[in-house]
């Protein structure tokens, strides 16, 4: 029995999208029942690389055959879904569901930049956009699609930010690598903030005090030290 007929089997009994580590410890599971032929046990230790090598071929072959539904992978999980030109009679069928309102252009704009330029924090969005950009991401993030990912190692550890595994399944992609080719945003140079003000390598930050002593000094005064220093 050929590994991609099991997988196909599954998935298309699967309640929802399977990556190939969850179809992995399905076989895994399968093979410790008691009843489980060498077959089964066979399959125990199949590699993800072997179960996504099955599935790619799987998907070629229902390409080929040109039915009413096609294996893709969104997001690394493997789905079946049906051809795009079946959509009227199965909208007729199962209805439309209400779908989230389309997303600005300001708000495809900044999640363009996030999706190719990520991990960036919000200063460096607005930096590339040049606008503010606090609407825009509490929208992105409470649709999902955009995530704090860490903190950037910058003076005040401000939050990174970066795309979802909703982001890929919302346009359709199985992975980040498969976005398309968008040289001109990735060659934007981004400046970083400048690191704080010490009085020397190595040492605290310079006191607010001294700060503002040295903001506040005057040319004549900084010229009097040598003057006092000669009529000593």
Avoid at 80 to 95: D, H, I, K, N
Avoid at 96 to 116: C, H, M, N
Avoid at 121 to 147: P, S
Avoid at 187 to 201: C, F
Wanted: proline fraction near 7%.
């Amino acid at each position: 029995m050929e590994l991609k007929f099991i997988l196909e089997s599954l998935l298309f009994s699967a309640q929802k999208p399977l990556s190939a580590k969850e179809l992995r410890d399905v076989l895994a599971s399968a093979a410790e029942q008691e009843d489980a032929d060498a077959t089964v046990k066979s399959l125990k230790k199949a590699k993800e690389s072997e179960l996504t090598a099955a599935l790619e071929q799987l998907a070629g072959d229902h390409a080929t055959a040109g039915r009413s539904y096609r294996l893709v992978c969104v997001a690394g999980a493997w789905q079946f879904v049906t051809q795009p030109e079946y959509a009227p009679w199965l909208r007729a069928l199962v209805g439309v569901k209400a779908r989230p309102p389309r997303l600005s252009q300001a708000a495809l704009e900044t999640l363009a930049i996030i999706a190719y330029r990520q991990p960036l924090t919000r200063a460096e969005i607005e930096q590339i956009r040049g606008v503010n950009v606090d609407g825009t991401m509490q929208t992105l993030t409470e649709r999902g699609l955009v995530e704090q990912t860490g903190k950037a190692e910058v003076p005040g550890r401000p939050s990174l930010y970066g795309t979802t595994s909703l982001f890929l399944e919302y346009f359709g992609l199985a992975k980040l690598e498969d976005l398309p080719a968008a040289d001109e945003l990735r060659r934007i140079v981004v400046e970083k903030p400048p690191a704080p003000l010490t009085a020397d390598a190595g040492l605290a930050t310079t006191p607010p005090e001294q700060l503002k002593e040295r903001e506040t000094a005057t040319p004549a005064t900084e010229a009097a030290a040598p003057a006092e220093e000669s009529a000593k």
